[in-house]
């Protein structure tokens, strides 16, 4: 497997549908997972989908800077740690973010998201 092949379709099909669907998001998360949002912590895919579906803002649009990633575990794990800039709906100027994922795999050959943690880079 193509450690970093892989990470890019992720953080690809992540910000993509995060750009345009919020809800869809919910299906990359398990029971398991836990999101830090800004430090406000939500564990389970139905409560993550809800508290991102619930953000105070319509539309965004993300573009990433950077994307590292390192092998995490005996099972086959990936840290994921991803900064950019993303434009808020109705605001002039982007922000900075950074965003950082666990991804474990599943037993079908997939992976879901174990831990996201997300915060702006307010300068």
């Not at 430090?39 to 389970?44: E, L, W």
């Not at 950074?98 to 307010?122: C, E, K, W």
Request: hydrophobic letters at 40%; proline letters at 3%; a negative charge.
């Amino acid at each position: 497997m193509d450690l970093d092949a892989v990470v890019r379709a992720f953080v690809e099909h992540y910000y993509r549908t995060f750009d345009t669907n919020w809800a869809a998001l919910g299906g990359l998360y398990q029971e398991n997972s836990m999101l830090s949002f800004e430090g406000a912590k939500t564990q389970g895919a139905a409560a993550i989908s809800e508290k991102l579906t619930g953000l105070p803002f319509q539309q965004c649009q993300h573009n990433i800077s950077t994307i590292d990633c390192q092998p995490s575990g005996p099972a086959g794990g990936m840290l994921v740690f991803v900064s950019g800039s993303v434009q808020l709906s109705g605001e002039q100027h982007a922000v900075k973010f950074s965003q950082m994922f666990h991804l474990i795999p599943t037993a079908q050959g997939n992976f879901y998201v174990l831990n996201d943690i997300f915060r702006m880079n307010y300068a």
